[in-house]
């Protein structure tokens, strides 16, 4: 049962990670998603002459996939785990000295992802600004990694495609350009 | 009784992107510093995966378990799909979370990752609100 406490390969994961896109649609015939549960979130509380568009009533389910999600973030993260540093490459892990990083357990370095953070601007930008634009990111693309990464490539859409590369290019650019400054405060 | 499947699909999902270090802020900064095979790695092995389950039920012509015949994704194309995620991927270098992995890395024991969850609603939230203003940002 070791396999269970290890860390995946790319290999394991990746292919398993892709088998979720004809799980959910022999099951139901739904797209795997999850950033939709964000904007249906919206749709529950507030009224419908803003979030037109976002109905959530025949999309319940995407509540349960997001909610298992975390039950298997629990599963993974806390019970089958050997709470060992993540194998980065050495370059990666030089690069964490670098900047300070002295503690990278985990699946988030503690000491930037904390309550107290919170209350730094770095934290701040980490955190809260970090969270912001991933909300408003996916919503104004109408998808993120799962929808369009692995589901819209997948069925070889072009929108996709370019939404994917968007993805990278933007994460890309932000690690570069931005991230350092970001991490030196 | 159909929403517990989709739940326990959920499971699945999330304990694969756990132990796969999808949700790692580690594994993704070594990703866009180009020094690690792991997360194109897994990128490169799920969409062959999901291409070809897509062929076998398209030339199957399979039906989904409540008798709906499969249809196919369908992604439009605008505006956003080019400013929308490049948005995103600026928060997901600050996160190291796209939205499936914040769910998981709360579930993994990271609790402040529920503030980066509500900024990334009110995020979600501040689009609809500008683009119900300026209805063309979302159709244009």
């Known amino acids: 049962m070791d396999f269970l406490y290890e860390p995946w390969p790319w290999y394991v994961a990746g292919p398993l990670i892709g088998l979720m896109v004809p799980l959910l649609l022999l099951v139901g015939n739904k797209k795997l998603g999850i950033s939709s549960s964000l904007r249906q979130v919206c749709s529950l509380v507030i009224p419908s002459a803003i979030t037109s568009g976002y109905d959530w009533k025949g999309n319940v389910w995407n509540f349960f996939f997001a909610g298992?999600?975390?039950?298997?973030?629990?599963?993974?993260?806390?019970?089958?785990t050997m709470h060992e540093p993540v194998a980065v490459s050495a370059e990666t892990s030089a690069y964490f000295d670098s900047i300070g990083l002295a503690d990278t357990s985990g699946i988030l370095?503690?000491?930037?992802f904390n309550w107290q953070a919170l209350?730094?601007?770095?934290?701040f930008m980490l955190i809260v600004i970090g969270g912001f634009f991933v909300g408003f990111g996916t919503t104004w693309a109408r998808g993120c990694t799962s929808g369009h990464g692995i589901l819209g490539l997948s069925a070889l859409q072009w929108p996709s495609l370019i939404a994917t590369a968007s993805f990278f290019i933007g994460g890309i650019l932000f690690t570069h350009l931005i991230l350092p400054y970001i991490l030196a405060l | 009784m159909k929403n517990l499947t989709y739940l326990f699909l959920?499971?699945?999902?999330?304990?694969?992107?756990?132990?796969?270090?999808?949700?790692s802020w580690y594994r993704i900064q070594e990703m866009f510093h180009f020094?690690?095979?792991?997360?194109?790695?897994?990128f490169m092995t799920a969409v062959p995966t999901g291409a070809l389950s897509l062929l076998i039920i398209k030339g199957m012509k399979l039906r989904a378990a409540n008798g709906e015949l499969i249809s196919m994704p369908r992604k439009?194309?605008?505006?956003?799909?080019?400013?929308?995620?490049?948005?995103?991927?600026?928060?997901?270098a600050l996160t190291g979370a796209c939205p499936g992995p914040i769910y998981a890395q709360i579930g993994a024991g990271y609790g402040v990752v529920i503030v980066t969850l509500l900024s990334?609603?009110?995020?979600?939230?501040?689009?609809?609100?500008?683009?119900?203003?300026?209805p063309r940002l979302k159709t244009a």
């Open chain 1, 68 to 80: 298992g999600v975390l039950i298997g973030g629990f599963l993974g993260g806390q019970v089958f």
């Open chain 1, 109 to 112: 370095p503690a000491e930037l």
């Open chain 1, 119 to 123: 209350t730094t601007l770095k934290g």
């Open chain 2, 10 to 23: 959920g499971v699945i999902f999330g304990f694969v992107l756990t132990k796969g270090e999808a949700i």
């Open chain 2, 35 to 42: 020094q690690g095979f792991h997360m194109y790695g897994i």
């Open chain 2, 76 to 92: 439009e194309y605008s505006p956003g799909v080019v400013f929308g995620s490049l948005i995103f991927g600026f928060g997901w």
């Open chain 2, 120 to 134: 990334a609603i009110l995020g979600a939230f501040a689009f609809m609100l500008i683009s119900a203003g300026f």
